[in-house]
């Protein structure tokens, strides 16, 4: 099987280079190598639009001098190319300043083995071209039986593997492989100028775990109508209920702040609250790296460190910063697994689910707005504050009365937090960043 | 003539004519109206410092070779970082399957065309400099900011520099190569005064060479520009919340124009109706005083560039004059289907990408109001100073968000206020133009742009305009 041998020919390739590395004086190297395929249709109109069928390959690495660093990448694997950007790395390490924080992490033993973990859909080899167009046909064709659905982005299926290689110098040498699908559909509905329009699609990395192409539809048609003939509403404080896709934005906005390289650069509000009450008891957030089968699991980080489940906020107290080595070092805490790049990234990171459902919370809201989406920047996580352009439903006792449009949503992640008064049992790993239905107490909302 | 540049692909491809027509015509081999080779190489130096210490350098190298075959409006495409000949074709057998008929297509004789314009003839590209020397420029920036004031208590300092080659070689038989330059430097700056923090930024780069930092915007003013930011933002109060007249900053206010407009009138959209523009081309769609163009050849910009990714060369073009819709922007796909001319504005990340319509250089026109007079106009409202950002749909609703500006009281500017996202729908707003300030600028050489995933350099500008209701969405 080709991959299995490619597999071992760049698990040569990166130690071969630690080798070089070391040779040529570098006191710590770490390769990494990628090697990716990828599938992608887009249909629009019931017509093939695009179909993208290609492989690539990339390594990037960093060495470590007198504890300074330099990274570099490359799409070109010639040995000619590696070797060069090898020498032109430890040279250049010598221009940066010394850190004493800098340098790979102790080889540490991973428990958890890759089957285990189920990363790798074996489906994908055998899975023809032909079904996943039809696959992406099908979505679009259910979608737009609705005469209601006025104009289609159009479908999409992909799916894509992905090998991941890490050779260091302190004797790291292991690799997995990964399969990603997904399946969505774009669409437009309501009159020329009045036009609204949504997405709805599934991510997996098992192709039995995609939603099918009548789910899929009949989502994306429900979430566009919706919001047809939508109100415009006064400027006000009002109680707001995010989506399960809004907490997952939200959640988002709440690791960039608990990230251990913006705590360390004091670019984080939270940044000295690490102990301390940050929201309330009913708040509680996990990263977890090794639930089997989920979009954000691997048995090992960026730099070989073991994922693990780290509790990051506990009934509202903040336990745990996520950190990379680096951060780790800088905050006298230790690594949590979640090198990502030369950064820190999130494995599974989500709110723990409450008891209630979401339609409960919508009966128990006498006046508010249902948060269905947001467009636009507007997230500083230095301050904490939030505001975006927002779409969603208004809800009087009880029940969605009308959509509403042309509103901003503004408030503060801190304060959030805090006011968080219901949290759903809908907790569903859509992405790697993931939450429920939520309430809070209030936020603002400009309208006119 | 045969000038070294005519050769680029054999400089850093290696590859042969005869070699490369073969690729072109397996592409068409199951009956593609057109195919398409696109080669890049591209080169990247990276220097980070914080905390006071040069923390790190990157060096990267990108190659590789993407092809695609049109046949009506489907687009096959595949790409390799392997230049063997033997995975360039079989990427070519890949993309060649989206045509199903069994028209027989072979690939014209290969002629090069050189380039009539050269928009950056930087004499010697900042990534052939002394690292040593864009290693001060970066300590430069970061003490700047730090001295500006006690209250810095963090500053950030990044600077990237690349150079792509690229060659374009079809099967309509054009041969055409473009090496770009790109110069970035940025600064972050935080201030922090009785536990509130709050964050500056600024920068600038362009197709530039290294001189553009003594010439044009030097190390000194990047830095203070983040650290003055940051400290302003210490005394400002949560903005305003509702519907009043808003007055842009000329400059970066352009990234209204960028999304409220821009994107709408990219030619994909148009053609597939799904913009709210797609019916109205020649129809009023702003004030009067309305003039918008998006172009490609302004010297040393960001966004500008001799040809685009599909090898054509670009045009500046009118989108609006006096209110009317006048153009759009195509890619070669677009122009083909809708029977238009090409504009030049095919553009793609790198080679995994399919070109698709772009923005360049975006910008309203200058108009004949002075711009003090506009905030004069205004009794109570709301002045954007700085952005972090935009985005829209194609129904027209677009935002974006403000990180610091000024309540305007009694025609003048009081208070300073934060973080605000404006929102609108994009015909209301052009047609609320009501002032035009003969102050055009331009905005920050460091904007990015994204589309379907994929990111492009552009640049914004715009002079003070006023507008004469908008929805601010702050915290009061």
């Known amino acids: 099987m080709k991959s299995r041998k490619d597999s071992s020919r760049f698990q040569t390739l990166a130690e071969n280079l630690v080798a070089f590395g070391q040779k040529n004086g570098a006191d710590e190297i770490e390769i990494s190598v990628y090697e990716g395929s990828e599938f992608s249709v887009d249909i629009r109109l019931g017509k093939v639009e695009n179909l993208v069928e290609a492989g690539s390959n990339g390594l990037s690495f960093r060495v470590i001098k007198d504890q300074k660093t330099a990274f570099a990448a490359s799409s070109d694997l010639t040995e000619k190319t590696l070797h060069r950007l090898v020498k032109n790395a430890i040279e250049r390490a010598e221009l940066a300043n010394p850190d004493e924080f800098a340098g790979l992490p102790e080889l540490k033993e991973i428990e958890s083995d890759e089957s285990s973990m189920k990363l790798y859909d074996p489906d994908i080899l055998s899975l023809e071209s032909r079904k996943k167009i039809d696959l992406a046909l099908e979505t679009e064709r259910i979608a737009l039986q609705d005469d209601r659905i006025t104009n289609s982005h159009g479908s999409s299926f992909e799916s894509r593997e992905v090998q991941t290689i890490l050779a260091n110098s302190k004797g790291f040498s292991q690799g997995y492989k990964e399969t990603f699908f997904s399946l969505g559909v774009g669409l437009q509905g309501g009159d020329t100028d009045e036009k609204v329009e949504d997405y709805w699609g599934s991510s997996a990395r098992f192709f039995s775990e995609l939603e099918s192409p009548e789910e899929t539809a009949r989502k994306a048609v429900d979430r566009t109508l919706r919001q047809l003939n939508p109100k415009k509403i006064k400027t006000q404080n009002i109680p707001v209920i995010f989506e399960p896709k809004m907490t997952s934005w939200l959640l988002g906005f709440l690791f960039s702040c608990i990230s251990g390289t913006s705590v360390y650069q004091k670019t984080s509000f939270l940044s000295d609250k690490l102990g301390k009450k940050i929201g309330n008891e009913k708040i509680s957030v996990v990263d977890d790296g090794l639930l089997p089968g989920k979009l954000g699991t691997h048995p090992f980080d960026a730099e070989g460190i073991p994922t693990q489940k780290t509790r990051v906020i506990d009934k509202g107290v903040l336990k745990n910063f996520l950190c990379n080595t680096y951060a780790a070092r800088k905050l006298k805490l230790k690594t949590t697994g979640n090198a990502e790049g030369n950064s820190v990234g999130p494995n599974n990171f989500y709110l723990e689910p409450g008891r209630i459902t979401p339609q409960e919370i919508i009966t128990s809201l006498d006046r508010g707005l249902i948060l269905t989406r947001t467009i636009g920047h507007g997230l500083n996580p230095v301050t904490g504050d939030i505001s975006r352009g927002a779409f969603g439903l208004w809800v009087e006792n009880g029940e969605i009365v009308h959509p509403v449009s042309e509103i901003t949503i503004s408030g503060n992640l801190g304060t959030v937090l805090n006011t968080v008064e219901e949290i759903g049992n809908d907790l569903e790993f859509r992405s790697a960043v993931a939450g429920p239905t939520i309430k809070i107490a209030e936020m603002t909302i400009a309208g006119t | ?476």
């Open chain 2, 1 to 476: 003539m045969k000038t070294k540049s005519t050769l680029a692909f054999k400089d850093h491809f290696n590859i042969s004519e005869e070699e490369l027509r073969k690729i072109l015509n397996t592409a068409l081999l199951k009956g593609g109206d057109f195919s398409e080779i696109f080669l890049e190489y591209k080169t990247f130096n990276f220097i980070n410092m914080e905390e006071d210490i040069i923390k790190e350098t990157a060096e990267s190298i990108s190659l590789g070779m993407g092809i695609r075959v049109l046949a009506g409006d489907r687009t096959g495409y595949g790409y390799t970082n392997d230049l063997s000949f033997f995975k360039m074709k079989k990427a070519a057998i890949t993309a060649s399957s989206i045509a199903q008929n069994n028209q027989l297509n072979t690939s014209n004789v290969l002629k090069f065309r050189s380039q009539a314009q050269n928009y950056y003839p930087v004499k010697k590209p900042a990534h052939n400099e002394d690292l040593k020397k864009k290693i001060e420029l970066v300590k430069k920036v970061y003490l700047s900011a730090q001295n500006t004031d006690s209250a810095i208590k963090k500053v950030k300092v990044s600077y990237m520099d690349q150079i792509q080659y690229i060659t374009v070689i079809n099967s309509d038989g054009l041969v055409t190569s473009d090496v770009r330059p790109l110069v970035k430097c940025t600064c972050l700056a935080i201030a922090e005064k009785s536990n509130i923090r709050e964050a500056g930024f600024s920068g600038g780069g362009g197709r530039v060479g290294l001189e553009y930092f003594q010439s044009q915007l030097s190390p000194e003013t990047i830095g203070e520009d983040a650290a003055q930011e940051a400290l302003h933002l210490l005394k400002a109060s949560p903005s305003p919340a509702g519907e009043m007249p808003v007055v842009l900053a000329p400059g970066h206010s352009g990234v209204l124009i960028h999304e409220a407009v821009g994107h709408l009138l990219e030619a994909d959209f148009i053609r597939k109706k799904t913009s709210i523009f797609w019916d109205k081309l020649g129809k009023n769609v702003a004030s009067p005083q309305v003039n918008i163009y998006d172009d490609p050849t302004i010297p040393y910009f960001r966004g500008s560039y001799n040809m685009d990714d599909e090898g054509t060369a670009p045009k500046k073009t009118a989108l609006i004059q006096q209110g009317k819709l006048s153009g759009m922007l195509q890619d070669r796909l677009s122009a083909t289907l809708m029977k238009k001319p090409l504009t030049g504005h095919g553009r793609r990340q790198d080679f995994t990408c399919i070109p698709i319509p772009r923005m360049s250089n975006t910008y309203i026109d200058k108009g004949s109001e002075d711009p003090e007079d506009i905030i004069k106009s205004v009794e109570k409202g709301f002045y954007a100073h700085k952005y972090q950002g935009g985005q829209v749909e194609d129904s027209g609703k677009f935002t974006f968000s403000v990180s610091s500006g000024f309540l305007i009281e009694k025609g003048k500017l009081t208070r300073p206020v934060k973080q605000a996202t404006l929102i609108g729908t994009n015909i209301d707003i052009l047609n609320k133009i009501e002032m035009v300030g003969f102050d055009l600028k331009f905005g920050l050489q460091t904007g990015t742009c994204g589309k379907e995933g994929q990111a492009a350099p552009v640049c914004d500008g715009c002079p003070t305009l006023k507008i004469s209701a908008m929805t601010v969405g702050g915290q009061k």
